[in-house]
């Protein structure tokens, strides 16, 4: 055994040791950081821009951290920094170890550390496993076969048609940006595989070389300081095993989409959700574990992203005897309200498919919208971004915020000509917009000033929505009431409230309008959350829910159009509630 190895192994003998003497003298569950966490997500190219080129950088994410410290975030995650040529921005990267140099420079990333860590603010990258950028030079030694590199990627010679003689990819299966997901490479005669776009190759996963050299992108950045990754397009990381010929099986129709280039034309039983991927999961786990026992310091977290069912996703929590990312995303309430429209069954049935499908002992989480979705507001309705925000900061567990769901923004208006994202572009000018993500990633809108204070250049990446006069942060922080306001009274009852971030949880739809959110802890005040997400006002007896809450309620939150005043009881048998109103009260 190398010296190194074995000194690894005595430390994770001694890691282990302290775990079980700590767990053993205290009766409390003590929570870790990240269990009751508020993560907000960062798109760096819209956040904010310091040298005035019209794009987001790490400069003006580091000058905008007070910010985020003032709303009482706890960690934020950013979207990818790292080098790449921009095809799918930053989601396509061709150095892992680099950082943009639009966005700066490695000095400038320790720079944005070391400020967060004075303002005891985490930060998580976004790891990309499933693909590199193409120009990437581990791709470009793989299509010259050099030593090490001849199966980073997923090549295959294709097949020939018996009839025509003619070259065809080795199966039918569809990227997830409209048409094959096989390139043919003219250097080296074969198909590569790509399930996003043509600039973004599948790493082979099925290489130990490519695992290891993954691997050793996550200590990178643990090494420099982060708090842990979100990781990056799950679902396809492996696809099946070819058969003893060498050949993959064709995926089948599914009869949801007419249009034969869309990937829902096809099932993606083969080339998404393998039980491999929830094993490489755990492993990561295992570095950052590892890191925490060798270098100290607080917990590092995996968050993964993974729209997958609730069969598949519950495992990358971990099994009995193997643990696995800290909180694989739950997009419940986006993609249940997306098939059925927002009412209070709906969202009963969105918090049921997590929680009660959810391991004993795992923490929940909540999300509302990413940059691959329209904004919450726009989504949801104006008029419920207060509820919304106030769901996921009343339900048990971490909630995840996507920039500008705090102050209500919209989605931007993008004409075709300006459309810049690959699934848009992809397609054309009659159905851009059923696929293309720019609208949700316009820019920040920090004031009413030009440029929405954003950028001091003249122009800006994407154009920006055009309510950034009245949406904005300047604004919302100097008007009486306001969408910002709200949300910072409800982490700051998260940060406060024991009852939120330990006590049990009881919720229900209690009419097909009304939701009901009640947390409880032994010795403290419980809180209740109550939403009309309904057009009509009604008055509802909230006994009916609980037979214990007679008692009279005081209001602590309301969203943004409520009447009811703050500190106010309110009798819980006879409780109004107008239109889209939204409350928060505490039998305090
Ligand atoms: C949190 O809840 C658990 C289980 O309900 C309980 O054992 C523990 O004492 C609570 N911890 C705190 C800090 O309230
Ligand atoms: C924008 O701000 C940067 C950094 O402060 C400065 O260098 C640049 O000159 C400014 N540009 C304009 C157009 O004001
Ligand atoms: C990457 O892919 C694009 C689109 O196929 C192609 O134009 C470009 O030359 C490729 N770059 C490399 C380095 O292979
Ligand atoms: C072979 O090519 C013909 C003509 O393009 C096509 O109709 C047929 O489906 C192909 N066969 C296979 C097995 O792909
Ligand atoms: C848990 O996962 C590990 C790693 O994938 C696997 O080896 C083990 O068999 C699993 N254990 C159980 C109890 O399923
Ligand atoms: C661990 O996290 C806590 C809470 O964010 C922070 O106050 C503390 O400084 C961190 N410790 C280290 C060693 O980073
Ligand atoms: C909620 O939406 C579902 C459709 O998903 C519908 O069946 C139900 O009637 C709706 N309830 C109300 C009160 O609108
Ligand atoms: C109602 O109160 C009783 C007595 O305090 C308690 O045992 C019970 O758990 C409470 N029920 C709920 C649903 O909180
Ligand atoms: C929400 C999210 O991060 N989506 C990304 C998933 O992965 C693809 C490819 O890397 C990106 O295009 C998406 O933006
Ligand atoms: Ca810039
Ligand atoms: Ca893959």
Not at 82 to 103: A, C, L
Not at 108 to 130: G, S, T, W, Y
Not at 430 to 454: H, K, S, V
Request: charge should be negative; glycine fraction near 6%.
């Amino acid at each position: 055994m190398e010296l190194a190895t074995l000194l690894t192994f005595l430390l994770l003998a001694i890691g282990h040791g302290e775990g079980c003497q700590l767990q053993s003298s205290t009766s409390e569950t003590v929570k870790d950081w990240w269990q009751t966490a508020q993560f907000y997500q960062i798109y760096p190219r819209s956040f904010k821009d310091s040298d005035g080129d019209g794009i987001g950088d790490l400069n003006g994410i580091t000058s905008k951290l007070e910010y985020l410290k003032d709303l009482g975030i706890t960690a934020a995650w950013l979207s990818p920094i790292f080098t790449s040529p921009m095809v799918d921005f930053g989601y396509d990267i061709s150095d892992f170890f680099d950082i943009q140099p639009e966005y700066g420079t490695l000095d400038d990333f320790r720079a944005l550390i070391k400020r967060a860590k004075e303002l005891d603010l985490k930060i998580i990258l976004d790891f990309v496993p499933n693909h590199s950028s193409n120009e990437s030079s581990w791709f470009v030694k793989s299509v010259n076969r050099e030593k090490g590199y001849e199966d980073y990627y997923v090549w295959h010679d294709g097949k020939v048609n018996a009839t025509t003689g003619a070259r065809e990819p080795p199966t039918n299966w569809l990227q997830y940006f409209r048409g094959s997901a096989w390139q043919w490479n003219k250097e080296r005669q074969q198909y590569y595989l790509h399930q996003f776009a043509v600039q973004q190759p599948d790493l082979n996963y099925r290489n130990p070389l490519v695992v290891d050299q993954m691997k050793r992108v996550l200590r990178y950045w643990l090494n420099e300081g982060v708090s842990g990754f979100r990781c990056d397009a799950l679902p396809p990381l492996f696809e099946v095993l070819p058969d003893a010929e060498g050949q993959w099986p064709d995926e089948v129709v599914t009869g949801a989409t007419e249009d034969a280039d869309d990937r829902a034309y096809l099932t993606t039983t083969y080339i998404e959700n393998q039980p491999e991927t929830i094993d490489m999961v755990y492993q990561w786990r295992t570095v950052l574990d590892d890191h925490k026992r060798i270098h100290g310091g607080n917990s590092s977290v995996l968050l993964i992203e993974t729209y997958s069912p609730a069969w598949f996703s519950m495992q990358f929590y971990g099994n009995r005897s193997t643990e696995g990312a800290h909180l694989p995303f739950n997009f419940n309430l986006i993609t249940v309200m997306e098939q059925k429209g927002l009412n209070a069954s709906n969202v009963q049935e969105a918090v049921d498919l997590w929680l009660k499908n959810m391991p004993a002992g795992r923490t929940a989480n909540w999300v509302l919208g990413n940059h691959d979705k329209r904004r919450a507001a726009s989504r949801y309705g104006k008029e419920h971004i207060d509820a919304m925000n106030m769901l996921v900061m009343v339900l048990p567990g971490a909630s995840v915020t996507y920039q500008g769901e705090e102050i209500g923004m919209t989605d931007g208006e993008i004409s075709w000509e300006d459309t810049v994202d690959p699934w848009g572009c992809n397609s054309n000018a009659d159905i851009y917009e059923q696929y293309t993500r720019d609208p949700e990633r316009t820019p920040f809108q920090w004031t009413a000033g030009t440029n929405a204070g954003f950028t001091n250049g003249s122009t800006t990446w994407l154009p920006l929505a055009t309510d950034y006069e009245t949406i904005n942060v300047e604004k919302e922080l100097s008007d009486d009431r306001s969408h910002l306001k709200i949300y910072k009274a409800l982490v700051a009852l998260r940060k406060s409230s024991k009852t939120l971030q330990n006590g049990s949880t009881k919720y229900e739809a209690i009419t097909g309008d009304i939701f009901v959110v009640q947390r409880s802890l032994a010795n403290s005040a419980t809180i209740v959350g109550v939403i009309n997400f309904g057009s009509v006002a009604v008055t509802v007896d909230l006994s009916q829910f609980d037979k214990n809450r007679t008692e009279s309620l005081q209001l602590l939150i309301r969203s943004i159009d409520s009447t009811k005043v703050e500190g106010t009881r309110y009798d819980p048998k006879t409780l109004s509630l107008d239109p889209a109103e939204a409350l928060v009260l505490t039998t305090e």
